[in-house]
């Protein structure tokens, strides 16, 4: 029998994303929270409204136009930052399901809060048995930190000086170390095992065979968590996808 994989296609994480329109600390209108991720590409499909993502690599600082009807994606190790200049909201696709939320992503916090595991999650975790109100709070003062640190290491970047970006490129690859056997394992049973399922399927069609049809199913979800505090806005979510 064919290998089967009876996950989303692709093995892909979907979630729905109204971003932040809290004010940011240079005076724009709204904006998610900077952030890159380690092993995982992520694309936006933008819905409504209107804003912009601002990335920052090796290679420079980018700003890239937001509108409904857009696609936009980038590669691991993209610091991005979502600007909402007006009701922005977009479904966002992340590489290997839910390794992003798993660790793989790691806000531009100060260094010294990037020196080890548990330093890192007390800075970013958002209390879950406090007021709305409070997670808010919470949330906001997390964005404008990392958004601090975001806008010093664009500055740098672009007066030619990558030692600031690169210093913390090397503070979130050791950040996740310890964790990369339970994200190699996700990835084994989420994106490894989509693509052989695949190459098996097309191994059993060239050989004529198609048993595999025989066990076609149809799944449909919900979103298990409604307007939840992310990092870049209140996130629906799909866990499993």
Not at 34 to 56: D, F, I, K, N, W
Not at 62 to 71: F, I, K, N, R, S
Not at 127 to 150: M, S
């Amino acid at each position: 029998m064919s290998a089967a994989y009876d996950g989303f296609p692709g093995a892909v994480g979907v979630s729905r994303l109204k971003v932040y329109d809290w004010p940011t600390v240079e005076g724009l209108p709204g904006g998610g929270t900077p952030h890159l991720h380690l092993a995982c590409s992520e694309g936006y499909v933008v819905t409504g409204g209107r804003g912009r993502v601002q990335t920052l690599t090796l290679s420079g600082y980018e700003e890239t136009p937001l509108e409904a009807g857009v696609v936009a994606w980038f590669t691991p190790g993209t610091i991005h930052r979502l600007v909402n200049d007006g009701e922005l909201e977009i479904t966002v696709v992340m590489q290997n399901s839910g390794l992003p939320e798993a660790g793989d992503a790691v806000l531009t916090l100060p260094q010294d809060l990037l020196t080890d595991p548990d330093t890192y999650a007390d800075a970013v975790r958002i209390p879950g048995d406090v007021p709305e109100a409070e997670q808010a709070e919470v949330a906001r003062a997390r964005r404008d930190l990392a958004t601090r640190r975001f806008l010093a290491l664009r500055t740098a970047t672009e007066q030619g000086d990558l030692a600031p970006l690169e210093a913390f490129q090397r503070a979130a690859a050791a950040l996740i170390r310890p964790r990369l056997d339970a994200f190699e394992q996700r990835w084994r049973d989420g994106a490894q095992a989509a693509a052989s399922a695949t190459g098996s399927q097309l191994a059993a069609l060239r050989e004529g065979r198609a048993d595999h049809l025989a066990h076609a199913a149809v799944t449909a979800t919900g979103p298990t968590a409604r307007g939840r505090f992310g990092m870049c806005g209140r996130l629906d979510v799909y866990p499993g996808i």
